[in-house]
């Protein structure tokens, strides 16, 4: 597990790990290919083969993997190491992701992969890919430059010069903010036509690093090159023959640049041929002269003269039937490991002549030829199986562009990564170089983890991301700002939203306070809409707000949500702001609901809700009841039907005889109002039914006073007649009638007068008439109410206990499945079997339940409820 020393405690959510492993390159040189897999998102880099073997065998291991599963491929550069088995995965299996190299990459890739089909020895069944395999692949590669950002899925990533070969790149991959570094091979060496590898500016949270050279340390470049010429000169001079096996492409043109120059400047060597003998020499000479921008700036002021590829000395050899081999040469041959093609034909035949030379120019992979010699055996065996005396000369001079110890060190000290794996080395020299490296960083305070894992042998790796928003549009223009429903308040922002996955925090601006938490919350505080931007995994959040953000949290936010507000009167970092959040793979976006066509690609739009209810009595009374139960009732005159607007969000109108309909555009106020709506007419129409109707006692002022005096009102319902009048401030009589008797109802009320007080309202009314059947006692407290001395009456809806269980019974029906009945004034409500007890009485509703969550959902339900049929609160 790959975690830091001293943060020893792994986030809970398993989605934020970062797992990283190697199929190939674990342990070992050949076969590159890293799977990384993070938030979701996961990235293969590199798809090389082993060229110590062949077939299915020199593949990575491609069956720990789901292919189709990956997102991005990313091939550092077109060495058979690292691109080989690209055609193989992209026919054989299920991947449908995109694949990316750079140009020069591309170019080389698809000569290189032609050359390896044509020189394999297996037979056609037996081929990993076909030249049409090849064909294919190059349809689907895209091509990126260096330090271009792309981005696919959600997933970012850029490249820089690694030097090594031309159009090698090391990849940056951010995935939410977390950033990764892929070095491939590399080298922080110039040579004579490539530049030296990029540091990039940024610390990864992780980096994979090639470890090939482990803790050797290279000649420098003029001391190796003179040693080179050594070899090679006093050989040709003896009269022996040199044999250089290279790759087609990469150090080759290395060195016959300068063998070219040597044989420019020394006229006594200018009669021994200098021979490139690989079938790839034409072609790739053709690549290297092309993208000479690519190169260092030697190359560069070289070929305002004449290209420096252009070599005067050096000739191409196609096939061993064109070499006389009659005297001293030079000839370079591929492959490098000398298992197979020209370079292994020529070593059988010059390797038994003590006068010829055998010149490795740099790393050679176990189980090679190549590797073998250089322990000087006394006897090899040839390609057709007869074993010979090893009498020619075998020395070392590496050229290879692979990073030394001095280099590694210097690198990572640069980039000071928390967390490094090492790939892409032999086990032993891997293992040298952690142990270094880890001697090297450990008087620092926070040494990073180095780890070298095997092939298929998974990291895991714990990263807690920020997730920052950015403020775009009207909002950042007008300084964060965004005007709030009711057009109190305002407010602004320095900085931007902050949100931490983890701990569900969220930093905003705004005037007056907000709630955080969750997914996303938003919060209405003082006449100010916050909303905060936090996409909290664990559910729970705070949000900083600004001097009033406790109290915009405790008005705006529901039970369970509210988050406290902190920060210095009038500081712009810590205030909320509100706006839509919007989220593009891992980047956010705080905007205006207006702006939204033109940062994304989302549409605005809105949702329509219409409900039919059946009702066959009058619509006068649902009007009435409207105007009681709200402060906004407005009558639409030039409707075809009658119909009314309340609160400026719900429309309610007759539709035939028989039905009442309610359209509202869906939101939480549109649903609230509507559902009171809804029971309010539900009410009525089961009084009609019944026969009986709602009986009220109210204000003699029908509940509202103007700085001391009293409005009259009369409602009228069935059959039963409610009047009351009011003068001066002074109590009003009530008149009840049900059924052809009446009942007298007196009351007294007090006010106080005085603009910009408070008034107080108390009534005490009792009814005085005998009614058939029963007779009713009560006692109603005003509310308090605010205004210029505006006196706020109070009364209390009286329902007949049955009609008010039936009605609530329903409703609650409705919302969460099985309802039944529990004594006279009880309900009892079963969720997933979880029992809650309703218990309705004269003082209001009162809910019990074991779960919590369940307990505020059903209280919930039967406060509104209570609201609908009780609107003026009981004492």
Not at 31 to 40: A, L, T
Not at 412 to 417: A, I, V
Not at 571 to 579: C, D, K, Y
Not at 836 to 865: D, I, M, P, T
């Amino acid at each position: 597990m790959a975690k830091r020393k001293e943060d020893p405690v792994l986030p809970e959510d398993a989605h934020d790990k970062l797992e990283l492993m190697p199929l190939g390159a674990g342990n070992e040189v050949g076969r590159s290919c890293v799977f990384m897999s993070y938030k979701g998102k996961n990235v293969l880099f590199d798809c090389g083969i082993h060229p110590a073997y062949s077939g299915i065998a020199g593949l990575p291991f491609f069956d720990e993997i789901d292919p189709s599963c990956i997102d991005v491929l990313l091939i550092t550069h077109f060495h058979l190491d690292h691109a080989a088995s690209l055609p193989y995965f992209l026919a054989k299996t299920n991947f449908q992701g995109r694949v990316f190299m750079t140009h020069a990459t591309k170019a080389v890739y698809r000569l290189l992969l032609s050359d390896f089909v044509r020189v394999s020895k297996v037979a056609v069944d037996d081929a990993l890919f076909t030249e049409q395999d090849i064909q294919q692949s190059m349809e689907k590669i895209e091509v990126i430059d260096f330090h271009q950002i792309h981005e696919v899925n959600g997933i970012k990533f850029w490249c820089y010069t690694a030097g090594h070969v031309l159009g090698a790149a090391m990849f940056a991959v951010d995935i939410a903010g977390i950033r990764v570094l892929y070095t491939g091979d590399y080298s922080r060496e110039e040579d004579r036509h490539l530049r030296a590898a990029e540091v990039p500016p940024f610390s990864p949270e992780l980096c994979v690093i090639e470890s090939t050279f482990g803790v050797q340390i290279h000649e420098p470049r003029e001391v190796r090159e003179r040693r080179f010429l050594d070899f090679v000169v006093g050989t040709v001079l003896n009269g022996g023959r040199v044999l250089i096996p290279a790759f087609a492409l990469g150090r080759a043109q290395e060195l016959l640049l300068i063998l070219d120059e040597h044989w420019r400047a020394h006229p006594e060597v200018q009669h021994v041929p200098l021979l490139y003998a690989s079938p790839l020499a034409r072609k790739t000479m053709v690549v290297y002269r092309t993208y000479l921008s690519a190169m260092n700036d030697r190359i560069r002021e070289q070929a305002e003269v004449s290209n420096p590829f252009d070599f005067r000395f050096i000739k191409s050899l196609r096939s061993i039937a064109e070499f006389e081999d009659t005297g001293p040469a030079v000839v370079m041959a591929s492959p490098g490991g000398l298992q197979s093609g020209l370079s292994r034909q020529l070593f059988d035949m010059w390797c038994q002549d003590a006068r010829n030379t055998c010149l490795i120019p740099g790393y050679v992979v176990e189980g090679t030829l190549a590797k073998t010699i250089l322990s000087e055996p006394n006897e090899v065996s040839l390609q057709n199986g007869t074993t010979v005396p090893l009498r020619m000369k075998v020395h070392y001079v590496s050229f290879a562009a692979h990073a030394d110890y001095p280099q590694t060190s210097d690198f990572l000290e640069q980039l000071h990564p928390p967390n490094i794996v090492l790939v892409h080395g032999e086990a032993t020299e891997m293992g040298r170089l952690r142990a270094k490296l880890t001697a090297h960083f450990a008087q620092r305070p926070d040494p990073p983890t180095i780890h070298t894992p095997k092939n298929c042998q998974a990291m895991e790796f714990f990263f807690k991301g920020e997730k920052i928003a950015k403020v775009v549009g009207r909002i950042a223009e007008r300084g964060c700002s965004m005007p709030p429903a009711d057009g109190k308040g305002e407010g602004d922002c320095g900085g931007s939203i902050v949100a931490a996955a983890a701990g569900g925090t969220a930093v905003g601006g705004g005037a007056d306070g907000g709630a955080g938490g969750g997914a996303i919350k938003a919060a209405e505080g003082r006449g100010v809409v916050g909303v905060v931007a936090t996409v909290a995994q664990t559910g729970t959040g705070a949000a900083t707000g600004g001097r009033a953000g406790l109290e915009g949290a405790s008005e705006g936010a529901t039970e369970g949500e509210k988050a406290p507000g902190a920060g210095a009167t009038g500081g712009a970092a810590g205030r909320t702001i509100s706006g839509l959040l919007v989220r593009k793979g891992f980047n956010y976006q705080l905007l205006d609901p207006r702006d939204l066509p033109s940062y994304t690609s989302l549409a605005l739009g809105r949702v329509v809700q219409r409900q039919s209810i059946p009702y066959i009595g009058p619509f006068e009374p649902i009007i009435r009841r409207l105007e009681m139960l709200f402060d906004s009732v407005v009558i639409i005159k030039d409707a075809d039907v009658p119909a009314v607007h309340v609160h400026e969000k719900v429309i309610v109108a007759r539709e035939g005889d028989d039905r009442v309909v309610l359209q509202w555009v869906s939101e939480p106020m549109g649903d609230m109002l509507a559902d009171s709506i809804v029971a309010l007419i539900l009410q009525l129409e089961s009084g009609r039914q019944t026969g009986k109707e709602l009986k009220m006692v109210t204000s003699a002022g029908g509940g509202r006073g103007g700085r001391g005096g009293g409005k009259g009102g009369e409602v009228k319902g069935g059959d039963a007649t409610v009047k009351g009048e009011a003068s001066d401030g002074k109590a009003g009589a009530l008149v009840v009638k049900e059924d052809g008797k009446e009942g007298n109802e007196g009351g007294d009320e007090k006010g106080k007068e005085g603009e910009g007080k408070e008034g107080e309202g108390k009534e005490e009314s009792q009814e005085e008439g005998k009614k058939e059947g029963a007779e009713e006692k009560g006692l109603v407290k005003g509310e308090e109410g605010q205004g210029e001395g505006e006196g706020e009456g109070g009364g209390k809806w009286r329902w007949l206990k049955k009609e008010e269980m039936d009605h609530l019974e329903r409703v609650l029906e409705s919302m969460f499945g099985g309802v039944r009945r529990d004594g006279d004034e009880g309900l009892r409500v079963s969720v997933d079997g979880v029992e809650v007890s309703v218990r309705v009485g004269e003082g209001g509703g009162e809910v019990q339940c074991a779960e919590e969550g369940l307990r505020k959902r059903v209280r919930e339900a039967v406060n509104r409820f209570l609201a609908a049929v009780r609107p003026i609160p009981c004492p």
